[in-house]
């Protein structure tokens, strides 16, 4: 049987976690338009990796752009 007090700390605990970290994602998102990203060139790592693999699947493919649409 389960006791009463031990549903009610559980119950507790999860509320006062879901309350930090959504406070933390508050705080995250309010840094994020303080401070906003550069914009920043394609990683070399991730062009190699995206015209090997095309290469693969569609060969005489060239990579001529990349875009990241959001």
Not at 33 to 39: A, I, M, N, Q, V
Not at 60 to 70: A, L, Y
Request: hydrophobic share 60%.
């Amino acid at each position: 049987m389960v006791s009463t007090e031990l549903v009610l700390i559980c119950g507790a605990a999860f509320l006062w976690v879901f309350l930090i970290l959504s406070l933390l994602a508050l705080l995250m998102r309010l840094l994020m338009r303080l401070f906003p990203g550069l914009e920043r060139a394609a990683d070399p790592a991730v062009v190699a990796a995206l015209t090997a693999v095309l290469g693969t699947l569609l060969p005489g493919t060239k990579v001529t752009k990349i875009e990241e649409k959001t």
